[in-house]
Nanobody
Framework: VQLVESGGGSVQAGGSLRLSCAAS????????MAWFRQAPGKEREGVAA????????NYADSVKGRSTISRDNAKNTLYLQMNSLKPEDTAMYYC??????????????????WGQGTQVTVSS
């Protein structure tokens, strides 16, 4: 399985970014997917997750109301629309794929595959 993130960049506070994650190299599916982020010196944390067909989503309190996770299964692509960005949103953002059954969406141990990350930097 290959996961390729894109869409990161440097923006000023209050700005917006749309992250994408293109998935390939797997059979069957679709699978639950998620976005995580990791700031320097901090643990990786769950940002948002989405069920295989997009009918259910979860968000961290820190991004709730400002971010929207979505997916296009026809394109095998996951998205994260982030609005009203804050300096504390600065981090490397990772795409996670194929959540293990019964595990918590925000656990780093819950996913079988990870992307290489895309950097988001928000300046004040």
């Amino acid at each position: 399985v290959q996961l390729v993130e894109s869409g990161g960049g440097s923006v000023q506070a209050g700005g917006s970014l749309r992250l994408s994650c293109a998935a390939s190299g797997y059979t069957y599916g679709p699978y639950s997917m998620a976005w995580f982020r990791q700031a320097p010196g901090k643990e990786r944390e769950g940002v948002a997750a989405i069920s295989p067909r997009g009918e259910s989503t979860n968000y961290a309190d820190s991004v709730k109301g400002r971010s929207t996770i979505s997916r296009d299964n026809a394109k095998n692509t996951l998205y994260l629309q982030m609005n009203s960005l804050k300096p504390e949103d600065t981090a490397m953002y990772y795409c996670a794929f194929q959540k293990k059954y019964g595990s918590s969406w925000s656990s780093t141990e819950a996913y079988n595959y990870w992307g290489q990350g895309t950097q988001v930097t928000v300046s004040s």
